[in-house]
């Protein structure tokens, strides 16, 4: 039964960094506290993605879209956070399909835009520019 155990928490283990691996290999924070303080001293936007254990999507977004040079070039003004699905900030967006997307406020933490699952280059640009925009508009008020 021990050996049951020690199986099933390594397989569980290898899963559960989904979210901290491809934060490393984006370069982004892998701590909403942590962004969000970022983004309050900085006023930058915060981009919270919340991936799953296992998702293809979400492996597909990080290797295609947010990893091109022109996304990357558009997201360099805004603070970056990626967390599991079972992270206690993410429980608090309540997720519906991963990759999720939200583009925060980091003054009033109030979600501004949302991308729902894998987003192609030329859509999640849209996105990123609808977000800046409100973004700015709710800022110089």
Not at 11 to 25: D, G, H, Q, R
């Given at each position: 039964?021990?050996?049951?155990?020690i199986?099933?928490?390594g397989?569980?283990?290898?899963?559960?960094?989904?979210?901290?691996?491809?934060?490393?290999?984006l370069?982004?924070?892998?701590?909403?506290?942590?962004?969000?303080?970022?983004?309050?001293?900085?006023?930058?936007?915060?981009?919270l993605?919340?991936?799953?254990?296992?998702?293809?999507w979400?492996?597909?977004?990080?290797?295609?879209?947010?990893?091109?040079?022109?996304?990357?070039?558009?997201?360099?003004?805004?603070?970056?956070?990626?967390?599991?699905?079972?992270?206690?900030?993410?429980?608090?967006y309540?997720?519906?399909f991963?990759?999720?997307?939200?583009f925060?406020?980091?003054?009033?933490?109030?979600?501004?835009?949302?991308?729902?699952?894998?987003?192609?280059?030329?859509?999640?640009?849209?996105?990123?520019?609808?977000?800046?925009?409100?973004y700015?508009?709710?800022?110089?008020?």
């Open positions: 039964m021990k050996y049951i155990f199986l099933l928490f397989i569980t283990s290898l899963f559960a960094n989904e979210a901290t691996n491809l934060a490393n290999k370069h982004y924070l892998k701590s909403y506290n942590k962004a969000l303080q970022l983004s309050q001293k900085e006023q930058k936007l915060l981009m993605i919340i991936v799953e254990d296992g998702c293809h979400c492996k597909k977004f990080a290797r295609t879209t947010l990893s091109d040079a022109t996304v990357k070039q558009k997201l360099q003004s805004i603070t970056k956070v990626m967390l599991d699905s079972y992270d206690e900030a993410s429980l608090t309540e997720p519906k991963f990759p999720m997307i939200y925060i406020n980091p003054n009033t933490q109030k979600v501004v835009d949302t991308a729902y699952g894998y987003q192609k280059k030329n859509g999640f640009l849209i996105h990123i520019q609808k977000a800046n925009k409100t700015k508009k709710e800022s110089s008020k």
